[in-house]
Structure formats: C-alpha cells, structure tokens
C-alpha cells in the first residue's frame, strides 16, 4: 500500500514538475449580450459566458499537449423569467501527433471534444471520445466516436427524443445529456476526378437509453450516409454538391417500431468577386413524411433559420448572403433565407411558411475586445411579424 | 590519381547524361540584397553578378532582387532568404530546384532553348513545382499564370490554376474556395481550445460548415427538435 501511494506521489511530481518546462498557456474570456425579442410577445434576452481555459504542451514542439477549457453560464432567455445557471467543462483534451512524415501523419484527440460532421447538418457538437485523424499522399480519413452521456443536459445538444426533452429542460443544473454513442468516419479525397473533391461519410448514433432504464417512451437510432461533391466552375466561383440519406429505428415502449428514413439534399454556390466580398447562395430540399420517409432527424439538433424555430425536416429553404470585410476590424453580413414545407402539413395548408432576413456587424476595437451587433425579422406565412436584435462584447484576457 | 579518375568519370557521366550546370544572373538589385559565400561570409550582391547552384541569398525591408535563371526570371520580395539548390540544363529540360526558408518569391517560368522546365520551389510546409507559368509563394501559392503542382509535408498534391491561391492547413492542401474564405480575414469571435479546427478535412473542405464549431450559447441552452416523430409535452 506505502509503496503504490509513494509510486502516485512520484508520478504527480513528475508530472507537475513537466508543466513549467514547456510554458503554459491560458486565458479568460468574458461574453455578454444584451437584446431584445418580439416573437409574439416583447421581452428582453441577456447571456453571459466566462470561459477560462488552459493549454500544457508536453514537449518543446508541442507535438503533445493537454487543453482545459471549462465555462460558467448565466442567461435570461428571451420570453422567461427566470435566469438559467450552470457550470460546465467544455474541453477536457489530450492531443498528439505520434507520426509525421512524408506520405503519412497521423494524430489523435481523446478526452471531452468538439465534433462535427462535414456537412454541419448532422452533427456538430462535443462528445466524450477521440477522434483519430490519418493524413495520406491521396487523402484524409478521420475516425472518431464518443458517449453523449456524461455531458451537462443544458449543453448536450444531442436532444433527438422525447426523453432526451425531457432531461434537457430538467431543473436540476447537473442532470446528464442523453445516453448516447455515436460514430463518424470521413473520406476526403482532393482533386479525385479531375478538379473535383470527394467526401464519403458515414454517421451514426445508438440510443443506450434501453440499457440504463427502463421507462423509456421513445427511442430512436440513425445512421446517415453522405455523398458530397465540391470545386471551381470559374476562378472566384465554387459549388458543393451535397447528398445525405438518412435511416434508423424508432422504437415506442407502448406502440412497437417504425423506421426513420429521410434524406438532405444540399446546394451551394460560393462567389469571390473582389476582395473582402463573398456572395452565396444555397439551397436544401428534405422531404415531407410519406409511406416511406418519416423527418429529417439530425444527432446535432439545430434550427433551419435565426428567429425561425423550425428543424431541417420537410423544409425546401433558398438561402443567399453577402458578407462584406472592408477593413479587418469591420465586418458586414446580410443574409435572405426563404423556407418552404416539402408537403402539405395537417397544421397548413401550401408550402410557403416563412421568410427570414438577418443582418450582422462585427467590430473588433482592439486585438482582444470585439463586438457583435445582431439583428433578424421573420415574416411568417400566417402569423404577425418577428424580430430580434442584440449586442455582444467579448474580452479575452 | 584515384581522385581524378572518379572525377572524370562523374563528368563523363554527365556528358553522357547531357546535363549542364547553369549560373543565374542578379538582373536588378534595390536595397538590401546580400549572398553568403563559401566562408559564410555575407557580401552584398549588384546586377551583373553571377548565381551558383547553393548560394543563399536574403533580402533586407523593402529590397528586392530580380535574378535570371536560364530564360525564367525570379523576383525575391523583402524579408527572405532561399537557396538557389539546383539549375541544371538536361537534354529535354532545365530543372531548377529553389529552397524558401522564409519569405515571398515571383516566379516567371520561361522556357530555355525550347526545353521543358521542370521548376520547383521548396518550404519547410510545402512545394510548389510548375511548368511554364507565373507564379508567387510565400506563406501561400498565388498563380499568375498557368498551373502549379502544390504538395503537402504528406505529399497530397493539388494542381492550381491561374487566378487561384493555394495554402497549407493542417499539413494538407487546402481547396481555393477554403483559401479565399481565409483571405476574407473575418474576425473570430471566440479563440479558446475548443474553437479550433483540428481536422484536416474540416479545415480544408469546400463542404465542410465554414464556421468553427459553435461554443454553447446560454440564450439558447436548450433547443428542442420541432419536427421530432413524437410531439413532446413537457411539463
């Protein structure tokens, strides 16, 4: 017992003693906003965000390094009365690239970590896991998987059922996100066939809910393929082509199972015309639920606009943008996002639903205080016009 | 006598093999534009003045070097140091080989005595190899004219064409459109750990979300699916 109690005392000396050796790095920043919302009532909105974090590289070419990032949050969400509340650790990283050099690298990250799919319409969160990246002459390949279930219910993000609502709007400030695991696997190959690049992915997520408990009401598992295309049809004009075919389970404890087939179509153009302008234009097709396909259900629950609450399920939405950088520490963006229903619904009769329009400017006073001025009006097909409009300050010290 | 005797016999080689070194030639100097000589010695360099293969050559703030090499034309911006590591005539081509440890150079490919150029320029991230065009490297590839092969520390390769930037992310090559995105020089909200792209795919894909991940936001720690299977009643 002395002699494994010295050995751990050993081992954290040792380790303690590596930190000042190759400089620690760290930082704080601080995030408030403040603004105001009429969705059908006016209310005020405030956030408030510190994050502190720390990087300890352990070596002097930092091939290897462990990142700390943790945050306390404090809001007042538009519409409530109460402020919400609670403390997280955002990244918990241990990072490393053991092999470097020519025709192959490969690295890895394990611990609490941010993913994300390569489309961003899936998946785009944190995970408890790792994600191993291999470089090679004719492309990349990234691997990674993760549980869901040790994250703060508030920041889980992966909220698919109605269990998973359930615990995510829990009182409790440290109730755990859903009980998940999830998997990604990507290909990227550039230049495959003569300019064109090619994504393969492959994503999925197992509900483990069934196995921690058993008064379940619903649960659900997906898997999702994606197909995407991308590259120049002039030299400042880009496309992607963008293809995701959706299946799963879903699994009723009163009602038996039902499959979860869907599908996103992508569109994007990208248009360069002078320096500091980007024009896009985008358009995304799902289709509405039929005999065969049910929604669109992404792991990374999102909304399809800003003010617009809807999901990417049955939706037909036409999007285009300008984003303007005259100087570097000016930048403007204005967006138009039109959204459709791929089908009738049993609440609304024709596909028009609503129209989004945004507008953004982003100031940076100094190298580390910058501001974001946000606004946003939805014009809904069948109800009073929405609005929205906030500032954010964010230090770093 | 063993000495001379493989001496002429590399030199028979290279008869044989048809290749020829060639010197370059400082066409115009501005400024502060200095060669380290064989002692180590660094001597100020004027037009007229003869390149050998291996000369490191550094320019000072707002000096700039124009050499000839063969019928290319090289341009050496401010602030860089490079090795002239090879210029060499064959009997199909001319090959020279540049090594950019710090800095930007223009290069014009021309093409000698009707011969194919086999041009390449050498970073500690990346390697730019061309023939016939226009072109500039630096931290990035910008090509003027023509095309350019640019490779990875890893080896993938991406050819680019005239009016296209090429850089490095993550050790791989990054598409044009992820380029010009990054020329766009938008201002980062947020930087901490958990901000940052680490993925090779991510950071150079056209199709990949432009933004990093989004941190959580505390106005909205909690978004609901709206178009879920089941409707949610929550109490």
């Known amino acids: ?397 | 006598m063993k000495t001379k005797l493989i001496s002429a016999g590399i030199l028979f080689a290279l008869v044989l093999g048809g290749a020829y070194a060639l010197d370059g030639q400082i066409v115009s100097v501005s400024g502060k534009v200095e060669a380290q000589n064989l002692n180590g010695a660094w001597i100020p360099l004027k037009a007229g003045d003869t390149l050998i293969a291996g000369t490191m050559i550094s320019t000072g703030f707002k000096s700039e070097a124009t050499v000839k090499l063969g019928a290319s034309v090289l341009t050496i911006k401010p602030l860089t140091r490079m090795t002239l590591t090879q210029l060499l005539e064959k009997e199909d081509t001319v090959d020279t080989e540049l090594y950019l440890e710090v800095g930007n150079v223009k290069a014009e490919v021309n093409s000698l005595n009707n011969k194919k150029n086999g041009f390449t320029v050498r970073s500690p991230v990346a390697t730019a190899s061309v023939r016939g065009t226009v072109f500039e490297m630096g931290e990035e590839l910008v090509i003027l004219q023509g095309a350019v092969v640019f490779t990875s520390p890893v080896g993938q390769k991406r050819t680019g064409s005239a009016g296209q930037e090429l850089k490095i992310t993550n050790d791989s090559v990054s598409s044009p459109v992820a380029a010009l995105q990054n020329q766009m020089e938008t201002i980062i909200l947020s930087s901490t750990p958990s901000t940052e792209v680490k993925s090779a795919i991510l950071a150079t894909s056209i199709t990949a979300k432009m933004t990093s991940t989004p941190a959580v936001s505390a106005s909205t720690p909690v978004l609901l699916p709206t178009n879920a299977t089941l409707a949610l009643t929550i109490d």
């Open chain 1, 1 to 397: 017992m002395k002699k494994r109690l010295r050995l751990i005392t050993q081992a954290i000396v040792l380790a303690s003693a590596m930190i000042p050796l190759f400089s620690a790095d760290w930082g704080l920043e601080l995030s408030n906003e403040g603004g105001i919302q009429d969705a059908g009532e006016f209310s005020l909105m405030t956030d408030h965000k510190e994050t502190f974090w720390m990087t300890f590289p352990f070596n002097r070419k930092n091939t290897a390094n462990l990142a700390i990032e943790g945050s306390l949050y404090a809001s007042l969400p538009a519409g409530s009365e109460d402020l919400t509340y609670f403390a997280d650790l955002d990244l918990f990283r241990f990072s490393a690239a053991p092999v470097n050099k020519q025709g192959f690298k490969f690295s890895f990250d394990a611990g609490r970590i941010p993913v994300s799919d390569a489309t961003g319409f899936i998946l785009n969160q944190k995970i408890d896991g790792m994600e191993l990246r291999f470089s090679f002459p004719f492309g990349n390949i990234d691997f990674s998987s993760g549980y869901t279930g040790l994250l703060n219910a508030r920041s889980s993000k992966s909220v698919i059922t109605a269990d998973d609502g359930i615990d995510a709007v829990s009182d409790d400030i440290y109730a755990f996100g859903s009980k998940r695991v999830i998997g990604k696997v990507i290909i990227q190959i550039p230049q495959a066939i003569g300019n064109i690049d090619f994504v393969a992915e492959g994503v999925g997520q197992y509900d483990l809910r069934r196995y921690f408990t058993s008064s379940w009401q619903e649960i659900i598992d997906t898997a999702y393929g994606t197909i995407s295309l991308s590259g120049p049809m002039m030299n400042k004009m880009y496309y992607s082509l963008t293809g995701t075919y959706q299946t799963g389970i879903q699994e009723l404890a009163d009602d038996g199972q039902a499959s979860e087939n869907s599908l996103l179509a992508a569109a994007r153009l990208d248009l360069f015309p002078a320096k500091g302008n980007q024009l896009f234009a985008q358009f995304i097709y799902s289709p509405a639920p039929n005999d065969f396909f049910s929604g669109y259900i992404p792991i990374t629950v999102q909304t399809a606009g800003n003010l617009f609450a809807g999901g990417y399920a049955n939706l037909m939405r036409a999007s285009a943008g300008w984003n303007f950088n005259p100087v570097k520490s000016f930048n403007l963006d204005f967006g138009g996002k039109v959204f459709m229903n791929s089908g009738e619904t049993a609440t609304q009769s024709g596909t028009y639903n609503a129209t989004e329009i945004t507008g953004g400017a982003t100031i940076k006073a100094t190298s580390d205080l910058r501001f974001r001025f946000d606004s946003s009006v939805l014009l809904p097909n069948s109800q009073d016009l929405q609005y929205e409009t906030s500032l954010k300050a964010i230090l770093e010290l």
